[in-house]
């Protein structure tokens, strides 16, 4: 078979500080039915949904993780072919695009064969962005809340019927059950993360701004170069397109202020397009009124907790006024909105312990989640089970991190999750470092090495009435399944007791 060629636009690169923001991207050939792609990373939250947006789009999709996974097992029974671990043998002789997640090395195998063999090779986010032209964007950004807030506009749009695509960094139960969901039809909702700037490859037509905080601090030197590149996102929303920005927060303001489209806020403060006139959590539901320049909007409520999320729930209201969707849908969506995987997750309850998981991994995550938790189960006993990811972000942001658990009782700290990180990272800073704060602070901390470690040390010290929470990007959420899965079995063995 003839290989097919595929153009390579020539799109003038902007430049910051020296360094090209977007890479040239192939421009998208108006028929993919049997274009041969192949990813390299495919079991990651983020590829995944790129290989089911190909698929829909007629690709013919393979890919290669290095181990096997629930994710991975879900593409193999969409019909694609998913190798396991990394040869030149897994790239098919007819295969014309590669893409490559940002865990994939220049050293891998698959990567050198498709660079020898001249194939058009794209990251991720550069795939996303390629996948992005021509449809109505929606870019959810920020530091924080931006898988649930993704999560929440989609499903909101697919409820007042607005046939909505969405890429998202999470499994959504109620889309379902996966991190994608396809339509050629409606606005493409994605998560759009500023790691690597990778946020600037995509083309939204409504750009959101959540906050920025300081993050990812092994790629930028700063707080000010993080506002600068959220900066230029908000630059790629087009005249007549929207910004949606958090107005109580300074530095987001600040990276709007250069926008070609129109920016809206939202928030709590006076100032604020969209503002949060009023909020209670009372009965297991959030309640709130919403106002659009000091019109009422009417009343929502939120079966997630904590106000961070009413404010993620505030941008899925803007955005969905964007697209004229029926207000009344919008609010009953959001009603029966249940969140996204991982993201208070109640994993369940036995023996009276309750066990929840989260993927909080930066300071600010964890000090709203555990306060969320500490007010919606106010007379349980807070256990954190709190895994940190990486070692550059928990040498950086020890101050931080050492200030963010003062909602829980007990906190036990496993060994870092290592990501991106070099050898000089691994060597200066361990979890002892962070408990050994966390105990001058007055929080009763202890180091839980592997995770078996910790889960004795739960086994041995939880008691009827406890509430156990993991936290962390990494692997932690293992730890709440099987300490659920023990307590289980204690359970049972109290009721054989109780009955005998």
């Known amino acids: 078979m003839a290989r097919r060629v595929i153009p390579v636009g020539q799109r003038q690169l902007r430049l910051w500080n020296g360094a090209a923001l977007r890479s040239p991207a192939p421009q998208l050939p108006p028929d993919l039915t049997g274009c041969k792609v192949h990813l390299l990373g495919v079991g990651g939250i983020g590829m995944s949904g790129i290989a089911a947006h190909l698929q829909h789009q007629g690709c013919v999709v393979s890919g290669c993780d290095s181990a096997a996974s629930e994710i991975t097992e879900a593409l193999v029974q969409r019909g694609m072919r998913v190798s396991i671990g990394h040869s030149p043998e897994h790239l098919d002789d007819g295969a014309e695009i590669v893409i490559i997640s940002a865990a994939i090395r220049e050293t891998n195998p698959e990567l050198r064969d498709a660079r020898r063999r001249d194939l058009i090779v794209l990251k991720y986010a550069q795939a996303l962005g390629w996948l992005m032209k021509g449809r109505e964007g929606i870019a959810v950004s920020g ?57 600037l490859n995509l083309n939204p037509m409504v750009a959101i701004i959540n906050n920025i905080d300081r993050d990812h601090l092994d790629y930028y030197s700063g707080l000010p170069e993080l506002v600068e590149a959220f ?30 489209a129109e920016v809206q806020s939202f928030g709590e403060g006076p100032q604020c397009d969209w503002r949060i006139a009023e909020w209670a959590r009372q009965d297991g539901k ?129 060994d870092i999750y290592a990501a991106r990180d070099s050898a000089a990272d691994r060597a200066s800073v361990h979890s002892r470092d962070l408990v050994q704060r966390l105990c001058r602070n007055g929080v009763q901390a202890e180091y839980g090495h592997e995770f078996g470690d910790t889960i004795q040390t739960l086994l041995a010290g939880v008691r009827q009435g406890d509430l156990v929470m993991t936290m962390g990007a990494g692997p932690v959420d293992r730890v709440a399944r099987r300490l659920l899965t023990e307590l289980k079995k204690r359970e049972a063995s109290d009721d054989f007791v109780l009955r005998s």
């Open 286 to 414: 959030t309640r709130f009124r919403v106002q659009h320049h000091g019109k009422s909007q009417g009343a929502f409520e939120l079966i997630v907790p904590g106000l961070h999320n009413v404010r993620n729930a505030l941008a899925c209201v803007a955005a969905c006024s964007y697209f004229s969707a029926n207000r009344q849908e919008v609010r009953e969506a959001l009603a029966q909105f249940r969140g996204a995987r991982r993201r208070f997750d109640r994993v369940g309850e036995a023996a009276g312990v309750m066990v929840l998981d989260d993927y909080g991994h930066h300071p600010t995550e964890v000090r709203v989640t555990l306060d969320a938790a500490k007010q919606e189960y106010p007379t349980r006993r807070l256990w954190c089970v709190f895994q940190p990811h990486q070692f550059s972000r928990t040498r950086m942001l020890m101050d931080d991190f050492a200030e963010s658990f003062g909602s829980a009782d007990r906190v036990i700290v496993p």
């Open 143 to 199: 530091s924080h809340g931006k898988t649930t807030t993704t999560s929440m506009i989609a499903y909101a749009l697919s409820y007042a019927g607005k046939h909505p695509s969405m890429l998202v960094g999470g499994l959504v139960p109620q889309m379902g059950g996966g991190n994608s969901c396809v339509d050629s039809t409606g606005p493409f909702v994605v998560e759009a993360c500023e790691y690597d700037r990778s946020f």
């Open 231 to 260: 900066g230029q996102f908000a630059q790629l929303a087009p005249r007549g397109g929207l910004v949606l920005v958090n107005g109580d927060d300074p530095n987001a303001m600040k990276a709007a202020a250069g926008a070609r």
